[in-house]
């Protein structure tokens, strides 16, 4: 593992740059700002795609990446149990009893994740801390979908770039909109130059 140089390299991750191998506890660190990266795991013969969900991620809420206080969930990872494996995969620890899991829609696809809340004293509700984390509740009570404000983005130069409704928008694809961008922009190009500048600023 790059980051301990104690226990051994089986994951590495499609969507960092460069060339990166962690055991799974400080993947984990490594990424507990990055939720949507595609991780894969060394089963001995090949690399097999795995989710930081399946691998023991939680999303905490309020605290830059730290459990709340108050939730009990310290501890939850422990150095060295990356060693135990069930179906070729990193056996996991319990999660906190207090987690959520919530499906989230994202620029680059559709993720599931476990979130984890802030209960401190004077904390905002869930739709609201999820908000703060620039993420949008498709419900104010206890929210299970979410989407991302990068994926809301999206949609919208989508959708006024090519009148798309909503229906018709498609996130299977990280280049989502390098299609739907150059077809705004070659519609852009009877404007004027200002026009194709605020395209590209976008």
């Known amino acids: 593992c790059e980051t301990c140089q104690s ?3 089986t994951f590495n991750c499609m969507t960092c740059t ?3 191998g962690w055991c799974r506890s400080c993947l984990i660190q490594s990424h507990q700002s990055l939720p949507f990266h595609k991780i894969q795991f060394w089963n001995d013969m090949c690399f097999q795609d795995v989710t930081l969900a399946d691998l023991g991620f939680i999303w905490y809420l309020g605290h830059g990446g730290e459990p709340c206080p108050l939730n009990g969930a310290y501890g939850h990872q422990h150095e060295g149990d990356q060693h135990k494996r069930v179906d070729g995969v990193t056996e996991t620890d319990p999660l906190p009893h207090d987690t959520t899991a919530v499906t989230i829609v994202h620029s680059s696809g559709v993720f599931t994740h476990n979130v984890s809340w802030c209960h401190c ?3 905002h509700t869930q ?3 999820l908000l703060r984390a620039r993420l949008f509740p498709s419900s104010s009570t206890q929210p299970k979908t979410i989407f991302t404000f990068e994926v809301l983005d999206h ?3 989508d959708a006024v770039g ?3 409704a909503v229906g018709g928008y498609n996130v ?3 280049a989502m909109p390098a299609a739907s961008l150059a077809r705004q922009e070659r519609s852009t190009l009877k404007g004027s130059a200002t026009d194709i500048s605020l395209i590209v600023s976008v």
Do not use: C, P, V, Y
């Open 155 to 157: 949609f919208l130069i």
């Open 172 to 174: 299977r694809s990280n």
């Open 18 to 20: 460069g060339d990166h």
């Open 127 to 129: 739709h609201l801390q």
């Open 121 to 123: 004293l004077g904390s």
């Open 7 to 9: 226990a051994e390299a």
């Open 162 to 164: 090519n009148n798309s």
